[in-house]
T-cell receptor
């Protein structure tokens, strides 16, 4: 059974880089697409990016320029780096497997989420 | 970006009721719409993909319909465990976007 677990610092200072890692168990990260999605406290969901291990990542243009995603096949992990963090980046960050086939993209399963707070 | 407008934003219903949630897209997204259920403090879970395909293990009281710009999630016979916030998500046009959510409460 596939499981995903996010990890990373819970507190990031403004202007610094928010870095998170998702560890996948029960599947190889080379077999699927993977995604990051975030949810500010009390608000809705925002897609950040998805990628396949051998392809170019797709990023949400609203974050492009600040966000980078990458995979570490040796650790079966994928990561998110968000530079120049501001309070607006405070959110629960979820990693998820992305099922991608042409125009079809859905997210299943999801990790439990990790709260990243941007504050001095 | 494709805007998804869900209505209502909050819904109060009784156990056994038929519940309908709508999701309207700002442009044609054909049938490429998915639905998720999120319970408080938990991650969202996929319910329906490609407008009407029920994920394995999801109770058959959940169903999805629609195409183009207007979509519906229906719960036939609301159960206490269905109390949650429901989100639609489109994938026909990048970036992927989500609706604002519909919170289903017990009356």
């Amino acid at each position: 059974q596939m499981q995903l677990q996010e990890s990373g610092p819970g507190l990031v200072k403004p202007s610094e880089t928010l870095s998170l890692t998702c560890t996948v168990s029960g599947a190889s990260i080379t077999d699927f697409y993977w995604s990051w999605i975030r949810q500010p406290p009390g608000k809705g969901l925002e897609w950040i990016a998805f990628m396949y291990y051998s392809g170019t990542p797709n990023y949400n243009p609203s974050l492009k320029g600040r966000v980078t995603v990458s995979l570490d096949t040796s650790k079966n992990q994928f990561s998110l780096n968000l530079t120049s963090a501001t309070a607006a980046d405070t959110a629960v960050y979820y990693c998820a497997r992305a099922r991608v086939a042409g125009p079809k993209v859905w997210f299943d399963p999801w990790g439990q989420g990790t709260l990243a707070t941007v504050s001095s | 970006d494709v805007q998804l407008t869900q209505s209502p934003s909050t819904l109060s219903a009784s156990v056994g009721d038929r519940v309908t949630i709508t999701c309207q897209a700002s442009q044609d997204i054909r049938k490429y719409l998915n639905w998720y259920q999120q319970k408080p403090g938990k991650a969202p879970k996929l319910l329906i993909y490609d407008e009407s395909n029920l994920k394995t293990g999801v109770p058959s009281r959940f169903s999805g319909s629609g195409s183009g710009t207007d979509f519906t999630l229906t719960i036939r016979g609301l159960q206490p465990e269905d109390i949650a916030t429901y989100y639609c998500q489109q994938c026909d046009h990048l970036p992927v976007t989500f609706g604002g959510g519909t919170k289903v409460e017990l009356k």
